[in-house]
């Protein structure tokens, strides 16, 4: 399987350049982001709207789901979800998926959506944290990985039996035993892997870094890949499929060299850097999926997403990006 590339949605640098012309590979085109306001979903006085999810089409709606509630943070928030004809202008439809009972592993919060297709249904993966919570000093409170699945992107939406089905590691020396969070889904040979932010037990946001388990069945059961970390960064997760490889867009966070970059693996597993991002970065973005999940050879550009916003004087909101090529 050869490293090709086609047509880039971000800028390249001079070395990838070479390397393309070395490798006999076509050069990547520039772009940058513009952003607009998402109708609906935007500023609102006292509602925080964050977390985007991926947004997929069905018919001839957009659907994108969001962590929603009366707080700057995802801690305490529940699942909502928007429809849109056009990706501008949005419908707010309602609650998607509720806080558990009490007593339960998301009886606090559920938030940090992100979708799947798959099996002719619907997976709505999401981040939850039980009561009590609390995020400060020696007492924090670890967050997990769940699944409801549905007939229809409308919902109902039912939990599944196992859940978490991603959870914190016990050895308080690994990359994810505090944090697991904000999972971004592809299907590759035939399998769902499962890429995921992980935070270690005693550390900071910036030492964030990414994992990815990998399951036969979207319901699980998720298997972490042994080799974790597969990036040494990234607090917010989005990745795709590349002309049979896997790219990783890490944003604000991370060591020099992975912070702000393109990464790319053709196993996806071990990534490398692919390029530099300049410029203003989509923040917590979810982008349009239009392969909709299905595996295939064909090369797949992000060209239009979701992400997050604040506008001076509200809570985060969400708001569009597109992809503008040069």
């Keep these: 399987m050869t490293l090709q590339k086609r047509k880039s949605t971000y800028l390249i640098s001079t070395s990838f350049i070479v390397l393309s012309l070395m490798l006999c590979l076509p050069a990547w085109s520039e772009i940058h982001f513009s952003y ?51 990706g501008h202008q949005w419908t707010e439809q309602g609650e998607a998926l509720k806080r558990g009972p009490k007593g339960s592993w998301d009886e606090q919060s559920v938030f940090t959506p992100n979708i799947l297709i798959a099996e002719g249904k619907y ?76 935070r270690q037990w005693n550390n900071t946001p910036a030492h964030t870094k990414m994992g990815l388990a990998i399951a036969k069945s979207p319901e699980g059961p998720y298997q ?33 060299g992975i912070r702000d970059t393109l990464q790319y693996a053709e196993d996806g597993i071990h990534f490398q850097k692919m390029d530099d991002l300049t410029g203003r970065v989509p923040k917590g973005p979810g982008i349009f999926r239009s392969d909709s999940f299905v595996e295939t050879n064909d090369a797949f550009e992000p060209q239009w997403g979701i992400h997050i916003w604040r506008k001076d004087g509200f809570l985060p909101s969400l708001d569009r990006f597109d992809v503008v090529k040069d």
């Design 36 to 86: 607009s306001l998402a109708d609906g979903i935007g500023p609102e006085e006292g509602v925080m709207r964050r977390d985007p999810s991926d947004v997929i089409r069905v018919g001839d709606l957009d659907y994108v789901w969001y962590s929603k509630g009366k707080v700057a943070h995802g801690y305490d928030a529940t699942i909502w979800f928007a429809t849109s004809n056009d």
């Design 123 to 198: 997976w709505l993966f999401y981040t939850a944290v039980p009561k009590p919570f609390s995020n400060e000093g020696d007492n924090i409170t670890k967050t997990a990985i769940g699944i409801a699945v549905s007939s229809s992107p409308d919902g109902p939406w039912e939990k599944l039996e196992n859940n978490p089905i991603l959870s914190p590691s016990e050895d308080p020396k690994e990359f994810d035993s505090l944090r697991v969070d904000d999972a971004s889904l592809i299907v590759r040979e035939g399998e769902i892997w499962l890429y995921y932010k992980g």
């Design 224 to 256: 972490k890949y042994e080799g974790n970390p597969v990036i040494q960064g990234g607090h917010e997760v989005l990745v795709w499929p590349s002309d049979g490889g896997v790219v990783a867009m890490i944003t604000h966070v991370g060591p020099e």
